[in-house]
């Protein structure tokens, strides 16, 4: 199982990006999904989750300006990144829950995971 991101650059204050994330490997399932960042010196910390449903959530300091939705038949959720801050510089990473298919010598083995993607860098000019 892979968590893949993608979509993240060097913007100017106020621009706009959309970064990407594709669940992909032997995989039957995405549950819960979401976006965290981590800036330099700092901890990481979440900045949108979507259900399964589509319910969102989002930190104080990205609502309004940020959103994320997922696109269930590609295993893939995006965040579309508004009025984008210098405080938003950061390494943008995804994390889901994903169901995954294994076989071992007994037979199919499934079970659900926790996945982290490798990390997609954000920079805002000011």
């Known amino acids: 199982v892979q968590l893949q991101a993608s979509g993240g650059g060097l913007v100017q204050s106020g621009g706009s990006l959309r970064l990407s994330c594709v669940a992909s490997?032997?995989?039957?399932?995405?549950?819960?999904m979401a976006w965290y960042r981590q800036a330099p010196g700092k901890q990481r910390e979440l900045v949108a989750g979507?259900?399964?449903?589509?319910?969102?959530n989002y930190a104080d300091s990205v609502k309004g300006r940020f959103t994320m939705s997922r696109d269930s038949a590609k295993n893939t959720v995006y965040l579309q990144m508004n009025n984008l801050k210098p405080e938003d510089t950061a390494v943008y990473y995804c994390?889901?829950?994903?169901?995954?298919?294994?076989?071992?010598?007994?037979?199919?083995?499934?079970?659900?995971?926790?996945?982290w993607g490798q990390g997609t860098q954000v920079t805002v000019s000011s």
């Open positions: 994390n889901g829950e994903i169901g995954y298919l294994t076989v071992d010598p007994a037979g199919p083995v499934t079970g659900w995971g926790d996945y």
């Open positions: 490997g032997s995989i039957f399932g995405v549950r819960r």
């Open positions: 979507i259900t399964e449903g589509g319910s969102t």
